[in-house]
């Protein structure tokens, strides 16, 4: 686990040369992330089974790519949450994501499969170019909501507020 490759500042960097790493016995397949910051880019990359658990922020493309398992952010999540990696066509493709505070833009972008919760607000473009799952946003929401979306569920808690914000605007 301590070779992991994460971004960070357009670098490569191992996770063990970022973060304090210690196998625990606990009889779960449980990767733990403490104090993490939003300068930590791609967490939960292509996450597959187990739990994926981060107390505190983190930067853009959180969990993805990934297929399956929870993974879960204690704070506020940046850009990209789910959604497809540089150079991919597909974003989330099963799982579940759940983000304690806000999440950035373009949050469910490209998802294939599974489940995002954020419980505070989202930024701008949430479920764009969404083929399918579920998406729930606890907050507001940014511009560009759903803009190529296929298919799929969106839930948003402050939507009938939102919508009419954004119209008197315009």
Known sequence: IKQLKLGTDGDQVELGELFSVAALESGKDRIVVQDSTDQVNFLARQHDHGEFFVEGNVGSHFACGASGGVMSVQGDAGDFV?????????????????????????????????TILVAGDAGNALAASMVAGTLVVGGGFGADLAVGMRRGTLLLADAAKQL???????
């Open 82 to 114: 789910g959604g497809a990696a540089p150079g991919s066509r597909l974003g989330l493709a099963g799982g579940k994501v759940i983000i304690g505070g806000n999440a950035g833009d373009h949050a469910g972008h490209r998802m294939r499969r599974g």
């Open 164 to 170: 009419e914000q954004q119209r008197a605007a315009n």
